[in-house]
């Protein structure tokens, strides 16, 4: 394990012999070594092949994976296998499938258990501690999994409610207390002892639900640290403990797991809650290839995952081929390998070795097709693996460290499920809207849960040169009050519209919005509305336009409109030796980036695009392993091009290549460099 956190990069696939038609372990094993992996994830999946009967465990196959992965020198990481259960559990106590508030799920798909159940915890605790019996003591396991991609599911049983109940008790203490800050006065859903608290199933208060919703989300990162602390009882000190926290999908056709991708922040747990239970963060990232290919989810996943514990984090899973929108043009998988590198990860392993050839997800392939025969995906997975094992970890592995901090929200993405901007605008399409224009314009930038940020305004220094808000609807007075002072004492920030409206339990607040921020902003509003013939700067607004009222703010963009035409759009307005930025309204890419431009040069934020070098050009810095400064530069477009350097003296690692301030860096189509910074401009 040492060797391995010196030299390696984790690099291989979540592998599944008890899926194959045929025994070909040996074969697999050295097809893997020849593609550069050190790596397989196994056991996640198949607790009814670990524990085929109540109480009767059958490790073989798990035992042959490992003593080949030993034998050959690579690496195992081990999952919990409790995100799909037996039948004989569901048969055994069917009140262990998750019930919603309206049904109780029936048996055959994945995550549909409830996690606080107290028999699928009994159940889940036996296979987990005879599994981590069998496996922590061998050396080639260097970590485990806890469950996989884990939510609450909806859990909604009598018996979660009644624990929710508790828990309001706790924060609330009486029940006038909680009809006063959830307003239950209305439609006479007030209650006057805890025994007469509804059912959840039907509450119409989308500020309760959002508690309950908040809830859930706790259930399920206690889950989590529940199954850690099993973990800690088993596990060697050198053996680490990951999760692969997931995003929320993207739909784009019909109702089925091939049509979508990795998008914004997860409603059902909050990744920085869930996260203490973990001692590197883990992901999976799925994303469009091909045409679509832009590299924005793979930086979003990575600037997420890498700021819950300032640290690298592995990818667990994500794409080699998967479904007929994601086959890659050539050059797309090693540029997705070190897209992940570049982000901060120190490990990437596909979903999955094979592509299976039974089941739900038949056609999510794997690295290999179903002939299992060498293709173009293994031939490029192959490639990069042998290109990254041939540089080292210490190299390519950098730290990244973000003048800009995006705060996001788990409360305000609830609230807009009851309070929709736009039917068709979610949460995360703001969100992404104005990240994506970050990523674009080459600005680095950590994406932060609420509460880290909170807890980083306290710091002394400064912690970010610029914050963004997109739609953070509910935020509570001191959260405000910090970020205040942070604009006060020489802070940039930037705020969407639906930004500041309600307190924590999405009570809006009875005075000018944006709450408690119209003197860090300058204007006020109590006005919105839908767009309808509304232009900014000649392009037409899209879902939803408040109608700021000017104070002291500079209006950067006016309404055109015939009625609506004297309301301010976009304000920029001094406080204290700060700036504050406001966006009313849902703008073009282009105009925010032209905000997003001002803010930064206030900021005092170095950026490249000033050279003219955005996307399909990406640049993601940091410093390595030997505090080194690395610069990955990454092509996502079918043309060549060539772009100035913008770096005094840089050597391109993959090709040894040097190369002076001005002089062109020949990118190929789907192409990558590498810069290491000269010392003192040398070559």
Request: hydrophobic content about 35%.
């Amino acid at each position: 394990m040492k060797d391995l956190e010196r030299n390696n990069i984790l690099f291989g696939a979540a592998y599944y012999p008890e899926y194959m038609p045929y025994e070909r372990l040996q074969e697999d094993i050295a097809m893997m070594q020849e593609a550069g992996m050190n790596t397989v994830r196994i056991a996640e999946s198949t607790w009814s092949t670990l524990e085929p009967v109540e109480g009767k465990f059958d490790f073989s196959y798990v035992d042959k994976v490992l003593a080949a992965v030993e034998k050959a020198g690579m690496y195992a990481v081990i999952g919990t296998p409790t995100y799909a259960i037996p039948s004989w559990l569901e048969k055994k106590c069917p009140e262990v499938m998750v019930f919603n508030g309206y049904t109780r799920a029936k048996y055959g798909r994945r995550q549909i258990m409830d996690i606080v159940h107290p028999v699928f915890r009994q159940c889940a605790e036996n296979v987990i501690c005879r599994l981590l019996e069998h496996t922590a003591k061998n050396p080639c396991v260097i970590g485990f999994q806890i469950d996989n991609e884990t939510k609450h599911y909806g859990t909604a049983s009598p018996e979660v409610q009644a624990m929710f109940v508790e828990y309001l008790k706790e924060q609330f203490h009486t029940t006038e207390r909680l009809n006063d800050v959830f307003g239950l006065r209305y439609w006479s859903n007030s209650i006057h002892d805890w025994s007469d608290f509804p059912d959840m199933a039907g509450c119409i208060h989308g500020g309760l639900a959002s508690e309950f919703a908040k809830f859930q989300r706790s259930l399920a990162a206690e889950y989590l640290m529940w199954q850690s602390e099993i973990v800690k009882k088993y596990k060697r000190q050198d053996q680490f403990i990951t999760h692969n926290f997931d995003f929320e999908w993207k739909k784009f056709g019909a109702d089925i797991a091939q049509d979508g991708y990795s998008y914004g922040v997860q409603p059902d747990i909050n990744h920085y809650e869930a996260s203490k239970a973990v001692t590197i963060a883990g992901t999976d990232i799925y994303h469009p290839t091909q045409d679509d290919l832009t590299g924005a989810e793979i930086a979003f996943g990575g600037d997420s995952i890498r700021t819950l514990k300032d640290s690298s984090y592995l990818v667990l899973e994500c794409q080699a081929q998967a479904f007929k929108y994601w086959t890659p043009y050539p050059g797309q998988l090693r540029l997705q390998g070190y897209s992940h590198l570049a982000s901060g990860a120190e490990g990437i392993m596909y979903w999955n070795w094979h592509s299976i050839h039974d089941g739900y997800e038949t056609y999510w392939k794997g690295v290999l097709s179903h002939d299992l025969a060498v293709n173009p995906a293994y031939e490029e997975a192959g490639m990069f693996g042998r290109e990254i094992a041939g540089i080292g970890k210490d190299v390519l592995c950098i730290s990244r460290k973000s003048p800009v901090a995006l705060v996001v929200d788990n409360q305000s993405l609830t609230s807009f499920r009851w309070f929709p901007i736009d039917k068709d605008l979610s949460y995360n399409d703001v969100v992404r809207r104005m990240y994506d224009c970050l990523y674009e314009m080459n600005i680095p930038c950590d994406v932060i849960d609420i509460h880290q940020m909170e807890e980083r305004l306290e710091q002394k220094d400064k912690p970010y040169q610029m914050i963004v808000t997109p739609a953070l609807y509910s935020v509570s007075d001191t959260f405000i009050q910090k970020l205040k002072k942070y604009v006060q004492s020489g802070g940039v920030l930037v705020s969407s519209f639906k930004s500041f409206v309600a307190d924590r339990h999405l009570s809006v607040y009875p005075d000018a919005q944006p709450h408690g921020m119209t003197e860090c902003f300058g204007m006020s509003y109590n006005q919105f509305t839908e767009p309808g013939r509304i232009k900014v700067a000649g392009e037409q607004v899209l879902y939803f336009a408040e109608l700021l009222k000017q104070d002291s703010a500079q209006v950067m963009e006016q309404y055109e409109h015939k009625y609506w035409g004297k309301y301010a759009a976009i304000t920029k307005n001094s406080f204290g030796q700060g700036y504050g930025y406001y966006v009313g309204c849902y703008v073009t890419k282009d105009k925010l980036k032209e905000i997003l431009k001002d803010a930064i040069a206030c900021a005092h934020i170095d950026n490249y695009f000033k050279d003219n070098i955005m996307w399909p050009v990406i640049i993601r810095s940091g410093i390595n392993y030997k505090h080194e400064k690395i610069h990955y530069i990454l092509h996502y477009s079918e043309d060549e091009k060539e772009i100035p350097c913008p770096f005094e003296m840089v050597e391109d690692i993959l090709t040894g290549q040097c190369y002076k301030k001005e002089q062109s860096l020949p990118l190929k189509d789907w192409g990558v460099m590498i810069l290491r910074e000269k010392e003192g401009g040398k070559e």
